[in-house]
Structure formats: structure tokens, C-alpha cells
């Protein structure tokens, strides 16, 4: 193994060069930006480290980048993670380009430099260093990367289905991770599902003068009185039968959330967002418990008539809104979807469409998988710290269709940090971390194929 670290050691900046290219390269996938140039060169990237790629084409998506390298054992280790990245608007708010991968102080700025673009890099950084020094892998690893996490994965479904055998695995790394406030390593076991959703109201055939509001609807006050009906003042979301399914945390699940609650500089985390108190006054505990365990119902667009400077008296024909609600454990997305058309009915609102724009269900990992033990005992050895298992993660993936839903355990570990601003401008990725990351993934490699080597005798 300390060959393997060693490697690393000495192809730092070669690291670092090749996530530059990477970064360097657009691949928005709500703009269609960049895609299929971005799998090019990620199969080519992944050639260079001895790690043999190819593209599955897609039909109506972006191509998949897929890999397996055979190892010692058969016992197989699963990545996944995606090419694709939020778009970098708004620009004027980057210090620099936000696909020049620009290194100042000692971080990377980028669109895309931890999601997840520096996981990827730092996967195939960790397998490259295995192959240059001892010939072959410790257990035999699948690269899994697609084009379309960022728009909710649309057609991970249909790669599932139709190519059942190649996300086939014992576990799976999932594609991101970070340290918090305290620079403690998170690792997630599972994330919420979501149901975003666009809604649309109607009105004249064309925008009127406002005068004409005495006699014609209005459709962005009919859509303000629907979204009205989706949540009440205490935060509780008013959708009949919302709640049915969703269950409190396990007593396991509380010890740990109670050890993290006890670690967390709350103040640091309110002073870096800007705000004077934290939802409903929460603090400690029932904070963590609400921001893992609770679903949420969150207007994140509305859009409708003049918003240009200065005035203009109008009365707009159009209104539309996107809504996403983050779901926990037990929840079912599409369930989700027709409990919201259900309520905009109950209350009227029949003519507002409904378009869904992204449904995927929520997932978890117990806490007594192998690939936790391993993830856990690993972080030790490179973070030289306790890491924190969080049983969800607030934020969204298809861990359920890939992973979830046959049984096969996951577990996010990443090089992200509390300060990377993640879909936000000035998006960056320290580089202490980004090898911290290689070198994490390169003792869960040994490690992964110790414990089968130890059953096996």
C-alpha cells in the first residue's frame, strides 16, 4: 500500500492538470452544453490511466461512460458518479471564468471541480495508482458516469433496465461527499427523493393593458393562490395524505445525529449563510433531525409578466412556477406527484398544469453494511479524525434506481468542503482535499478486497 500512496504523492500536479481539462471542458446538461464532448474526453481521461472506457449511447440522452477493471477478487466495487453540471449563471458574479479551472491559494475554481468532477478524477486517480504499482486491483471496480444527474437523471431508468448486468456490484461509492464547518469528513449513507415540478396558469390570449385586471383574470394571481394552498406559516405542508408515509429516525440514526448536533459550530454555519436565525428558531438536534428527516415543499422559480427595469403597466397572459419537494424515506415520488394534482383539484385549480420535471425516490444504506465498516475505518486512517455518518444527505440522487432498489449498499465520500459552493458562483475544490479524496479511495480499494480475501480464507 505504501507504494500506492507514494504514486500519488508523485503525480500530484499530473492530477491536478488532468482535472483542469476536465473542468476546462462545459457539459450543462439543462443547456444541452458540452455532453457528448465532455464522455469523449472522459473515456480518453480514464485510457490515459489504464482504466478501459466506452460510451453506451443513449437514445435522446447524452452517452453513459462506462468501465469495469477486473481485480484479485470478483467481489466488485461500484462508482458512480455523473459528467454533468449545473449551469455557472449567474456569470458577473464569478471572480473568474467558470470553466477556466483557475487555481488561486491553493484552490481550483470551477463549474463542476466537486460536482463532481473532482470525484471522478479522484476515483480514477486512486485505480490508476493501483495499476502502476502492484499490476492489478484489490476487488474489481465499475466506473458508472452519466450525463444527466443535474436534470434529475432522466434515463438512468431505461440504463438500468436495459443493461441490468453493468451496474451489477457488492457496493457502490456514491458520487459525492465533504467536510463540514468543523473540516470533518460527512459520510452520507442514502439522500431524500424530490418531485419538481413546473405549474402553469393561463389567462387572455396575449398581455393586456392593466386596466383590463376589473374584467380579465389575472394567471399570476390564480398561481399565487395556488402555491398559497401548499404550505401554511408554520412550515407545514398542507397536501392531504403528504405525510403518511414518512417515519422518524431510528434510535441509531438519533445517537449519531446527536453527535454531530453536539460537534456543529451552528453560529459559523448561520454567519456563512447570511441569516439571523435558522428556520422556526430551530437549534441542535431538532435542527439536524428537521434538515435529514423532513420533507420540504420549495418554490424555486416564478415568472410572469413585466420584470424589467423601471414600469409597465400589464396584466400578464402567462404565469409559471417551479416547485421542488424533497422527499425522506418511504416516501414515493410518483405517489408524491398524484397527491399534488389531487390537491390543486380539491381547491380548484384544475386548469393550473402540472408538468413533472424530475421524480426520483428517496434511498438509505444501513448502518451496518460492510462498505460503511470500510468507509469509516479508512476515513480514520487518511482524515486522522472521526468522520460523522449521516444516515441521509438533504440533497438528491438516483441512489434508489441504481442501488436501493436491488440491495446493493452505498455510501458518499467525497473531496468536497463546507466552503465549495456547490450550483453556486465561485464553485472551488481545495486541492488538500482533492488528494486526501485519492488517497481515501485508494485504502477503500484495499480494504474492500481485505475483508473478502479474509472470508474467503
Given at each position: 500500500m ?18 483542469q ?7 450543462i ?7 457528448v464532448?465532455?464522455a ?8 490515459e490511466?489504464?482504466i ?6 443513449i437514445?435522446?440522452?447524452p ?9 484479485r ?20 458574479e ?11 491559494s ?25 495499476l502502476r ?29 436495459e ?7 457488492d457496493a ?22 424530490i ?10 390570449n ?8 376589473t374584467?380579465?383574470?389575472?394567471p ?7 402555491l ?30 446527536r ?9 459559523m ?14 437549534h ?5 433531525v ?12 416564478l415568472?410572469?409578466g413585466?420584470?424589467?427595469?423601471g ?23 410518483e405517489?408524491?406527484l ?5 390537491h390543486?383539484?380539491r381547491?380548484?385549480f ?18 451496518d ?6 468507509a ?26 441504481l ?18 459552493n456547490?450550483?453556486a ?14 488517497m ?18
Amino acid at each position: 500500500m505504501k507504494h500506492v500512496l507514494a504514486y500519488i504523492t508523485d503525480h500530484r500536479d499530473r492530477f491536478v492538470h488532468k482535472l483542469q481539462r476536465l473542468c476546462r471542458q462545459p457539459s450543462i446538461s439543462a443547456q444541452g452544453v458540452g455532453l457528448v464532448e465532455t464522455a469523449h474526453l472522459l473515456v480518453s481521461q480514464m485510457e490515459e490511466c489504464g482504466i478501459p472506457a466506452r460510451l453506451i449511447p443513449i437514445p435522446g440522452g447524452p452517452p453513459l461512460v462506462y468501465s469495469e477493471v477486473r481485480g484479485r477478487s470478483s467481489r466488485t466495487l461500484l462508482f458512480y458518479n455523473h459528467y454533468d453540471v449545473q449551469p455557472p449563471e449567474p456569470l458577473e458574479e464569478w471572480e473568474s471564468d467558470p470553466f477556466s479551472a483557475e487555481i488561486r491559494s491553493g484552490n481550483l475554481y470551477a463549474r463542476g471541480a466537486v460536482d463532481t468532477k473532482g470525484n471522478i478524477v479522484a476515483r480514477m486517480a486512486a485505480v490508476e495508482a493501483w495499476l502502476r504499482t502492484e499490476g492489478e486491483l484489490p476487488c474489481t471496480v465499475k466506473f458508472l458516469v452519466e450525463g444527466e444527474e443535474e436534470i434529475g437523471s432522466p434515463h438512468l431508468p431505461w440504463i438500468v433496465r436495459e443493461h441490468r448486468d453493468l451496474v451489477q456490484a457488492d457496493a457502490c461509492i456514491w458520487e459525492s461527499g465533504s467536510k463540514d464547518h468543523t473540516d470533518t469528513l460527512n459520510i452520507y449513507l442514502g439522500v431524500k427523493g424530490i418531485c419538481y415540478i413546473e405549474l402553469e396558469a393561463e389567462g387572455a390570449n396575449r398581455d393586456l393593458h392593466s386596466s383590463m385586471a376589473t374584467i380579465v383574470p389575472n394567471p399570476a394571481w390564480r398561481l399565487v393562490w395556488a402555491l398559497s394552498t401548499f404550505k401554511d406559516p408554520g412550515e407545514r405542508i398542507r397536501i392531504e395524505g403528504f405525510y403518511d408515509r414518512v417515519v422518524a429516525p431510528a434510535p441509531e440514526e438519533l445517537n449519531q445525529l446527536r453527535r454531530i448536533a453536539e460537534s456543529r459550530d451552528e453560529e459559523m454555519l448561520r454567519r456563512d449563510l447570511g441569516i439571523d436565525a435558522f428556520l422556526l428558531d430551530q437549534h441542535g438536534l431538532d435542527l439536524l433531525v428537521r434538515h435529514l428527516y423532513e420533507p420540504t415543499c420549495t418554490i424555486c422559480g416564478l415568472v410572469s409578466g413585466y420584470t424589467g427595469q423601471g414600469s409597465k403597466t400589464v396584466l400578464p397572459r402567462w404565469a409559471m412556477a417551479k416547485v421542488d419537494f424533497r422527499l425522506v424515506p418511504n416516501q414515493d415520488a410518483e405517489e408524491v406527484l398524484g397527491l399534488i394534482k389531487a390537491h390543486l383539484a380539491r381547491y380548484g385549480f384544475e386548469d393550473i398544469k402540472v408538468r413533472p420535471l424530475g421524480i426520483e425516490n428517496p434511498a438509505k444504506t444501513p448502518f451496518d453494511a460492510e462498505i460503511v465498516q470500510v468507509a469509516v475505518e479508512t476515513a480514520r486512517e487518511v482524515y486522522q479524525k472521526e468522520p460523522f455518518i449521516l444516515p441521509l444527505m438533504a440533497a438528491t440522487g438516483p441512489m434508489h434506481v441504481l442501488c436501493t432498489q436491488f440491495g446493493t449498499p452505498a455510501v458518499g465520500v467525497g473531496v468536497g468542503y463546507a466552503g465549495a459552493n456547490i450550483h453556486a458562483p465561485n464553485e472551488n475544490l481545495r486541492l488538500r482535499d482533492f488528494f486526501e479524496g485519492i488517497m481515501h479511495i485508494a485504502l477503500i480499494l484495499e480494504r474492500f478486497g481485505e475483508r473478502y480475501r479474509s472470508r474467503a480464507g
